[in-house]
């Protein structure tokens, strides 16, 4: 027997289980009824039919695909030895990727900064190497290391890279440009001094480009650029300051923010200061007096930081990262290459 349009009041109490039918679309339900209801496994709702369309039944909460945010910072340049330009900043990436299937190894390898030397009449810095993360399944992403800054005598034009390196002026062929950064990670290096004292321009850093060097002073380094991907906002990738030879007037130029070692200091023979250590700052250029000679500063070390819902997280890792939770977020920093298996 069938009963159609039964009316109830008071309360009604039901036991047992009900199960919705699933349907990928509702195109594959033919002729439904005023409150018909099925669960959409493409949109993972339920939807209830009210006589002319379907509808959602109510808000529903809809879970979001589990993603693993990045920070992958290259290593920085060298500055130019003897008296050069700056070091380069390493490239800069943040963004996000899809949480890794189970059982998915990630490789991250964490670029080194490039060598500062001297040797003869002087030698350009070392560039700085890339940083990546990459695996099946992920979208592989790859910073690039910092260009190294040039060097008097040596070649005027400073090294490409994620940031270029600055460029060095050369008492034959003039100023020498600064070389070229890596767009959407970072900036040119600035030009050398063409005419007068020897001034050397800044290496780029990932937010600003570095300065270009005149008759008497040397070009500073490119800004970083700022990440809170650990919960601290913590700036980046900034270029080494240009070297300057005496008798200029004004001594070398300053790191950019973000790690960026300065210039040797104004009238000695002073090497360039190294940038700082898993931040990819450029190294500064070397300053010198009349006949001296010393080595542009080492470009710092990269580092590469990913983060993702505590709750998703339940890997394993090579390497020794620095792992912190807060609850919500789990943040695994990698100052040397390593893996980690989702």
Same mark, same amino acid.
């Given at each position: *027997?069938?009963?159609?349009?039964?009316?109830?009041?008071?309360?009604?109490?039901? &036991?047992?289980?009900?199960?919705?039918?699933?349907?990928?679309?509702?195109?594959?339900?033919?002729?439904?009824? !005023?409150? &018909?209801? %099925?669960?959409?496994?493409?949109?993972?709702?339920? +939807?209830?039919?009210?006589?002319?369309?379907?509808?959602?039944?109510?808000?529903?909460?809809?879970?979001?695909?589990?993603? *693993?945010?990045?920070?992958?910072?290259?290593?920085?340049?060298?500055?130019?030895?003897?008296?050069?330009?700056?070091?380069?900043?390493?490239?800069?990436?943040?963004?996000?990727?899809?949480?890794?299937?189970?059982?998915?190894?990630?490789?991250?390898?964490?670029?080194?900064?490039?060598?500062?030397? %001297?040797?003869?009449?002087? %030698?350009?810095?070392?560039?700085?190497?890339? &940083?990546?993360?990459?695996?099946?399944?992920?979208?592989?992403?790859?910073?690039?290391?910092?260009?190294?800054?040039? /060097?008097?005598?040596?070649? @005027?034009?400073?090294?490409? @890279?994620?940031?270029?390196?600055?460029?060095?002026?050369?008492?034959?062929?003039?100023?020498?440009?600064?070389?070229?950064?890596?767009?959407?990670?970072?900036?040119?290096?600035?030009?050398?001094?063409?005419?007068?004292?020897?001034?050397?321009?800044?290496?780029?850093?990932?937010?600003?480009?570095? !300065?270009?060097?005149? =008759?008497? !002073?040397?070009?500073?380094?490119?800004?970083? +650029?700022?990440?809170?991907?650990?919960?601290?906002?913590?700036?980046? $990738?900034?270029? @080494?300051?240009?070297?300057?030879?005496?008798? #200029?007037?004004?001594?070398?130029? /300053?790191?950019?923010?973000?790690?960026?070692?300065?210039?040797?200091?104004?009238?000695?023979?002073?090497?360039?200061?190294?940038?700082? #250590?898993?931040?990819?700052?450029?190294?500064?250029? $070397?300053?010198?007096?009349?006949?001296?000679? /010393?080595?542009?500063?080492?470009?710092?070390? @990269?580092?590469?930081?990913? +983060?993702?819902?505590?709750?998703?997280?339940?890997?394993? =890792? !090579?390497?020794?990262?620095?792992?912190?939770?807060?609850?919500? %977020?789990?943040?695994?920093?990698?100052?040397? /290459?390593?893996?980690?298996?989702?």
């Amino acid at each position: *027997m069938i009963h159609e349009d039964i009316q109830l009041t008071g309360s009604f109490q039901a &036991s047992g289980s009900f199960t919705l039918p699933n349907h990928a679309t509702s195109t594959s339900i033919t002729n439904p009824t !005023t409150g &018909s209801t %099925y669960n959409d496994t493409t949109d993972n709702v339920v +939807k209830v039919y009210n006589g002319t369309e379907w509808v959602i039944v109510g808000e529903q909460f809809i879970p979001p695909t589990p993603i *693993m945010e990045y920070l992958v910072v290259a290593g920085g340049g060298a500055g130019g030895g003897r008296h050069g330009g700056g070091g380069g900043a390493g490239g800069f990436l943040s963004g996000s990727v899809d949480y890794p299937s189970t059982g998915t190894v990630v490789t991250v390898t964490v670029g080194t900064g490039g060598t500062g030397l %001297y040797s003869g009449q002087g %030698y350009n810095g070392g560039d700085g190497t890339d &940083s990546s993360i990459s695996g099946t399944g992920i979208t592989t992403v790859t910073s690039i290391g910092g260009g190294g800054g040039s /060097s008097y005598d040596q070649n @005027g034009g400073g090294g490409d @890279g994620g940031s270029g390196g600055g460029g060095a002026t050369d008492y034959v062929n003039g100023g020498g440009p600064g070389g070229s950064g890596t767009a959407g990670q970072g900036n040119d290096g600035g030009d050398g001094s063409i005419t007068g004292y020897y001034n050397h321009g800044g290496g780029g850093g990932a937010s600003t480009a570095g !300065t270009t060097a005149n =008759t008497t !002073t040397a070009g500073n380094g490119g800004d970083g +650029k700022s990440s809170d991907i650990t919960g601290t906002s913590t700036i980046y $990738a900034g270029g @080494g300051g240009g070297g300057s030879h005496n008798p #200029a007037p004004s001594g070398g130029g /300053s790191g950019g923010t973000g790690g960026g070692g300065n210039a040797g200091t104004f009238g000695s023979n002073s090497p360039g200061t190294a940038g700082t #250590a898993n931040t990819g700052g450029g190294g500064g250029g $070397a300053s010198t007096s009349t006949g001296g000679s /010393s080595a542009g500063g080492n470009g710092g070390s @990269g580092v590469v930081i990913l +983060k993702t819902l505590t709750s998703s997280y339940t890997g394993t =890792t !090579t390497g020794s990262p620095t792992v912190t939770a807060d609850g919500v %977020y789990t943040v695994l920093k990698f100052t040397s /290459s390593g893996t980690y298996t989702a």
